[in-house]
């Protein structure tokens, strides 16, 4: 038995290769998708089963000698198939294939927008999760597929929560078909609207976030009358958790949120969680946010721990402020995740002795740097150094 793995591109016989027209009438069955069956050109087979599963289309193929016969699929084979699942199969049988090339949806849209697709950020959200914040932060506009539980109105809730309800984005439907339509608005509006099933999102890139390293300058924040990390401890905090792209990490105690800011901007495709009790600070952390584009910060309003228990399990953990509760804090991030890395700043003795006890009674190995930072200010003709408050960060599992 031979096999052509064929991509229909759009569904309709206009977007049809002759490559995979050509195979398809060489073919004693055809399976695939019922809607791809049922849409079949005049003179295929009517030996047609519905499968859609890797395993089935198998089984499926393997119910008769064919000579030929033909998988079909939507789109392109090489873009966000089922082909590459069903590939390692029928090498496992030693069934001989060969895969035939589709006119997918990106380049449908493409077409009906007539601008070029190769910068795009191309994303799948059909039948998977998808974090459709994290796709337009990456300073290009984001192509979605779109399915299951995963519509366009449900991406475009995703950009509004984030507050990108602003942000432009197009809608493709039923591209290549008579009723196609090209709707435009912004995520805010797109999130009210029902669309048919075959439809895609473009959505353009969101405001990005200052492109440097790590250490902004204090007064770029919004500060207000809450206290706020400084500069240089920042650049300390951020080199001990060393923030990796798509990682979950948790500032208890945010204040201004000035760390959780710039940990939001290190790590690409990751969350932060900005945990705050404090009215006035939450303002600034939200408006620190937006000022900062920190489209992938969460400001959770609560006090920990109680605030921390349903939130996503981190890799990171800093800890700048704890009312009183460290310990508890500190219990359970171990406990959603034994080696998460830790960092708590203590400006009390106190609160250093605690961090420490909580270490030994665990077995866990801290490291301890104490920071003193001063800075120079004109003093007259003079220029003296003026010392801000020493500082001890203490670090778990950062140099594992």
């Not at 995979?20 to 998708?33: K, N």
């Not at 366009?152 to 984005?169: I, K, N, S, W």
């Not at 798509?246 to 690409?268: F, P, Q, R």
Request: a negative charge; proline letters at 6%; hydrophobic letters at 40%.
């Amino acid at each position: 038995m031979q096999v052509s793995l064929l991509a229909l591109g759009g569904g309709t016989d206009a977007t049809l290769t002759e490559q995979c027209r050509l195979a398809l009438f060489r073919a004693q069955c055809v399976v695939g998708a019922s809607r791809l069956l049922q849409e079949l050109p005049e003179g295929c087979t009517q030996n047609r089963i519905a499968a859609t599963k890797p395993q089935k289309i198998l089984e499926a193929l393997q119910t008769a000698d064919w000579q030929a016969a033909a998988v079909v699929y939507s789109g392109d084979t090489g873009f966000y198939s089922g082909c590459r699942n069903l590939v390692p199969l029928l090498e496992e049988q030693g069934i001989p294939y060969t895969v035939y090339p589709g006119i997918s949806s990106v380049q449908l849209l493409s077409a009906a927008l007539h601008r070029p697709w190769q910068e795009w950020n191309l994303v799948s959200a059909h039948g998977v999760q998808c974090d459709a914040v994290a796709a337009v932060m990456e300073g290009r506009p984001a192509f979605f597929l779109t399915g299951g539980s995963l519509g366009v109105p449900e991406l475009c809730a995703q950009l509004t929560a984030a507050g990108l309800g602003d942000l432009p984005v197009i809608v493709g439907e039923n591209l290549s078909y008579p009723d196609q339509q090209i709707v435009t608005g912004t995520a805010a509006q797109m999130q009210e609207r029902r669309f048919a099933p075959l439809c895609v999102l473009l959505a353009e890139a969101a405001p990005q976030p200052p492109c440097r390293g790590a250490g902004w300058p204090d007064d770029w924040f919004v500060r207000g009358k809450v206290p706020m990390t400084k500069r240089l401890v920042r650049v300390a905090i951020l080199s001990a958790l060393g923030p990796k792209p798509g990682e979950t990490i948790w500032d208890v105690g945010a204040g201004t949120g000035s760390v959780s800011v710039e940990l939001a901007a290190s790590t690409n495709g990751g969350a932060v969680y900005a945990i705050e009790c404090e009215e006035a600070a939450q303002e600034l952390i939200e408006e620190n946010r937006r000022k900062f584009h920190a489209w992938n910060l969460h400001e959770i309003k609560g006090r920990a721990p109680q605030a921390l228990e349903n939130l996503p399990v981190p890799d990171a953990v800093f800890v700048g402020g704890s009312k009183g509760e460290l310990e508890q804090i500190l219990s359970l991030a171990l406990e959603k995740n034994p080696g998460v890395r830790l960092c708590v700043s203590c400006i009390a003795l106190e609160t250093l002795e605690t961090v420490r006890r909580f270490c030994r009674e665990h077995g866990l190995v801290p490291t301890v740097t104490q920071l003193a930072v001063s800075e120079a200010r004109p003093m007259g003709k003079l220029h003296l150094l003026m010392a801000q408050n020493p500082i001890f960060l203490v670090t778990v599992h950062c140099d594992d």
